[in-house]
């Protein structure tokens, strides 16, 4: 740098140095008073000619035009003092400047940052979202109101606490690893959900941020903690995801549930564990949903459900509502036949204890499939398929009890499904037809009626026989369908037969199952068929076996009186075979009974002596006569029989001796004939 | 509305500062050693870096007069620096007293300063604001009282784009600041380059550039490109010693003086 900035053009550059040259002369003229000189080198500076070239430049152009001598010298000497004491204060005054312009600068500053600060101190202290700051070692230093608010803290009273002391339950360990590393500065953000515990008990949940904050050299020194109470929206999920996970009526766990449950344990498995399952269906529940209405049919499975959680729970297991009256309860390390066998009876039994819904007081049974199976592996829908297998072996085995997975008996039950599956269709194909069965009285041996019997001449299977899939239509409930067709073609082929002869006076004997009796539209059923097919009421026999009689309602009972009362006559099928009430049986809408085959084959010669089933029959005969009901013995295959039951009083019989059951025209022909 | 901002930066006296190094370079004692350690190794790597400067500074006072003969009585100067002899409002107001100028810095420092040497002046006023939020400048000159851009304007950037990067977009903070003008109003701008100089100059400077405060020397069209619709006055665009040199002025090597300036009017 060889001069100052010049502010003034050349022009004024030349006049000024000229004024100035002038002024140091006086002083060689006159150096009792060298001001002048001093003043020309003040000047040279406050012109701004304050580099170093212009002293020497201006010194050695006076040097060589001065003349020589004290004087000049003197007058040089006190223009270079002039010109250094006034550079001296330029520069002084310029760094007094510059120093004050500094601190109003750092004045600004400071206040700027004041008011910043005051700004967020006011955000800090009034924001909605929680904040707090912790410091490098996990300390709390600094919440603000709201955080402390959603904590059920005072705010200093979180100061001194650690990140740590926060820690509950639900945190996934992923979560303070990911705290660890933000620790180490690997990671600048973390946003997450946290649950927290308020001071005073429960959970608040949080959205959650944490930030980093690092000194000038990157070194972590705060955790920067925001977060939102978003307890509500969490309590919604976590109810939306219990609902999806739930079954609304029971609160057990759906089968989503339970399927998710097999599919961890599945995963988690190794070779030698087992899973056990028992699958529980309540016995003829639809029976309770007919007669006592939905509703109590809810609050029956609510019970039922209870029980059963509590018969789980008590033993570690899971207990899930499968739908409909069918539940399951999941045993995940399966300790062997024992436990499953200790666990379906525990479960047998606190199904069958009384239930009181309402004013009604329920006895319900349940029947259960168990299976074990290596759970390494497994496939849910093979459980799944076992376990109902065998639920309906136990059915088939006649109800409340439990039966265990036995892979013949299920190649059996899949038969039987097959057949169950089949069933609607051939009803709609028409392969179900009736045989009937003449029965004659006694000792006159005059045909009497025809008892019509329903055959299902299966395409694959040939000609089934109602013991083949009565039961089983009794479970789908297609009996009903049934039922009414066959009593419709029934009374058809009896009217037919009256009118075409008269002079036999016959009428006709159709089954009636318990299923169908609980159809409210029995009573009309039949009052639709006699109208249509003109068949007379009292040409007609319904043949219902005790338990259907029996049952624990009245409603079917009910039923029965109406179409007695229209003059249908009613017999009880099998008598004997069940639990019979003799005492009540008088107060029954009933006409007749019939004797099983079982008792007949028992009958022998008339010589030889009475064994215990004569004197059986005969004991029936004379309670039916003493209550003024007819007797009809079923299964009479001999002569010898056919003796035996006129002997004691018996008053018709039916049977292969009797005649075998026929088609409508063969007995047209005979009959005719 | 004037938004509340972060806290500032607090003054760090210990970096140097664009504005103080001018200031040394061009003679003050407005600095302190750090600005005069990097002034020094800058008159190293360029030697001409002091002359461009004092050029720069000539340059400034020749403009203003000369639009003040045009007849324009506000100046918004960007970039003005530590306040030395010869200011805009110092020269525009010996011209015509009523004219009004605004002096618009980042470096707080010379906000300060600015602000200590203006006081009792009341038709000069600071604002302190980067040259890159065009916005806020033009804000802030309007709400001090001082400009009006409903009349013509004369924007000053002396020596300020070449220290905003190519990825700032120097050209179109530019025309944010033009663009507003009426017509009339005048842009002014210089802006050192790399035009005429010896490969080993241009060497030195890049280097140097690495190391202090960026400045990026552009080339004449570029520049050029910056003036956008105005008219060029003459001489045009061009090294700054022969923008209209005052009487008796002679320069021999205007090229070493690296770097262009122009004035442009807007039609």
Redesign the interface.
Same mark, same amino acid.
Not at chain 2, 25 to 32: D, M, T
Not at chain 2, 108 to 113: G, K, R, T
């Given at each position: 740098m060889e001069s100052g900035y010049v502010p003034m053009g050349p022009v004024e550059l030349e006049a000024l140095l000229r004024d100035l040259a002038d002024d140091v002369l006086k002083v060689v003229d006159v150096p009792a008073d060298p001001e002048p000189a001093r003043a020309a080198g003040a000047a040279l500076v406050q012109a701004h000619l304050t580099g170093p070239a212009t002293l020497r430049a201006t010194l050695t152009t006076l040097g060589a035009h001065l003349p020589p001598g004290p004087p000049s010298t003197m007058a040089q000497a006190t223009l270079a003092a002039g010109y250094a004491t006034a550079l001296r204060e330029v520069t002084l005054v310029e760094q007094e400047r510059l120093a004050r312009a500094i601190i109003g600068a750092q004045e600004r500053t400071e206040r700027a940052a004041r008011q910043s600060e005051a700004r967020f101190r006011a955000i800090f202290a009034g924001a909605a979202v929680g904040i707090g700051i912790s410091d490098d070692h996990g300390r709390i230093i600094q919440v603000n109101q709201a955080l402390a608010d959603m904590l059920g803290y005072r705010p200093e009273e979180m100061h001194g606490l650690t990140v740590p002391d926060m820690v509950h339950p639900s945190d996934p360990p992923e979560m303070w690893e990911m705290y660890a590393r933000m620790a180490r500065g690997e990671v600048d953000h973390v946003r997450m959900e946290k649950a927290y515990f308020r001071k005073e008990g429960g959970v608040v949940w949080t959205d959650l941020t944490v930030s980093l904050i690092r000194d000038e050299a990157g070194t972590p020194q705060f955790n920067v903690a925001m977060m939102e109470d978003i307890t509500d929206r969490h309590n919604l999920q976590d109810r939306l995801r219990h609902q999806a996970l739930h079954d609304p009526l029971t609160g057990l766990p759906n089968r989503t549930l339970f399927a998710d449950r097999v599919a961890g344990i599945v995963r988690r498995a190794g070779r030698s564990d087992n899973i056990g399952v028992c699958y529980l269906d309540l016995d003829r529940f639809k029976r309770v949903n007919d007669t006592l209405g939905h509703d109590v049919g809810d609050q029956l499975l609510v019970v039922v459900a209870e029980r059963l959680g509590d018969c789980a729970r008590e033993r570690g297991h899971l207990a899930a509502r499968m739908g409909g009256d069918e539940f399951i309860i999941l045993v995940e390390r399966c300790a062997g036949a024992e436990q499953l066998a200790e666990l379906a009876e525990a479960t047998l039994a606190a199904v069958a204890a009384p239930i009181s819904v309402g004013p009604h007081r329920l006895r319900v049974s349940a029947s259960i499939g168990v299976v074990e199976r290596p759970a390494f592996g497994v496939e849910l829908a093979d459980i799944l398929k076992a376990a109902d297998v065998t639920l309906y072996q136990a059915k088939s085995e006649g109800r409340g009890r439990w039966a265990r997975y036995d892979p013949d008996a299920a190649a059996r039950q899949v038969a039987r499904y097959e057949l169950s599956a089949a069933m609607p269709d051939a009803l709609d194909r028409g392969e179900f037809s009736l045989v009937y069965q003449p029965i004659v009285d006694l000792p006159g041996r005059t045909l009497r009626g025809l008892e019509a019997l329903v055959r299902w001449h299966h395409p694959r299977l040939g000609t089934l026989t109602p013991d083949r899939f009565i039961d089983l239509a009794e479970e789908t409930g297609l009996i009903v369908p049934l039922g009414r067709q066959v009593l419709r073609e029934a009374c058809q082929q009896a009217a037919d037969w009256r009118r075409h002869f008269p002079e036999r006076d016959l009428f006709v004997s159709v089954n009636v199952a318990a299923a169908q009796t609980h159809e409210p539209s029995l009573v009309a059923d039949v009052h639709d068929v006699l109208a249509q097919t003109g068949l007379k009421a009292a040409h007609l026999q319904l043949e219902l076996t005790e338990s259907a009689l029996m049952a624990d309602s009245g409603a079917p009972l009910a039923a029965l009186r109406e179409l007695a009362d229209a003059g249908v006559r009613v017999a009880i099928d099998d008598f004997g075979t069940g639990y019979s009430n003799l005492a009540y049986l008088r107060s029954l809408p009933v006409h007749a009974l019939k004797l099983p085959q079982p008792l007949i084959d028992g009958l022998r010669e008339p010589t030889s002596p009475p064994d215990v089933d004569e004197r059986i029959v005969d004991a029936l005969v004379r309670l039916a006569h003493a209550i003024e009901l007819t007797v009809t013995a079923e299964g009479v295959e001999t002569s010898a029989q056919a003796e035996r039951l006129t002997l004691l009083g018996c008053d018709s019989a039916q049977g292969w001796y009797i005649g075998p059951p026929r088609p409508a025209p063969e007995l047209t022909e005979i009959l005719g004939g | 509305m004037d938004l *509340?901002?972060?806290?500032?930066?607090?003054?760090d !006296?210990t970096r140097p500062s664009a504005a103080?190094v001018y200031d040394y =370079?061009?003679?003050?004692?407005?600095?302190?050693a750090v600005d005069r350690q990097l002034g020094d190794e800058l =008159?190293r790597t360029s030697p001409d870096v002091?002359e461009t400067m004092?050029a720069n500074?000539?340059f400034l006072?020749r403009a203003v007069r000369f639009l003040a003969a045009q007849g324009i009585r506000q100046f918004l100067d960007i970039g003005s620096g !530590?306040p030395? $002899?010869?200011n805009v409002h110092e020269i525009a107001q010996q011209v015509a007293p009523e004219s009004t100028v605004v002096y618009v810095d980042v470096d707080? !420092?010379? $906000?300060?300063?600015s602000?200590? =040497?203006l006081e009792g002046n009341d038709r000069a006023g600071v604002v302190c604001a980067d040259m890159r939020e065009p916005g806020r400048i033009t804000e802030q000159a309007r709400s001090l009282g001082l400009i009006d851009f409903t009349a013509p304007v004369a924007v000053l950037l002396a020596g300020v784009v070449h220290f905003v990067a190519d990825s700032d977009d120097p050209a179109g903070l530019v025309a944010k600041l033009r663009d507003p003008l009426v017509k009339d109003s005048y842009l002014l701008v210089s802006h050192t380059t790399f035009d005429g100089q010896p490969p080993e100059v241009v060497a030195a400077q890049k280097l140097a550039t690495r190391t202090a405060t960026p400045i990026y020397p552009r080339p004449q069209a570029e520049i050029r490109s910056y003036f956008g619709d105005t008219t060029l006055v003459d001489p045009g665009l061009v090294f700054i010693p022969l923008w209209r040199p005052? *009487?008796?002025?002679v320069v021999e090597h205007p090229e070493r003086i690296s770097a262009y300036a122009g004035v442009g009017r807007k039609n």
């Open positions: - | *509340p901002g972060w806290a500032p930066e607090s003054i !006296v103080r =370079i061009l003679g003050g004692a407005h600095n302190f =008159i002091a004092r500074r000539v006072r !530590v030395t $002899v010869g707080p !420092v010379a $906000v300060a300063h602000e200590a =040497i005052d *009487p008796g002025e």
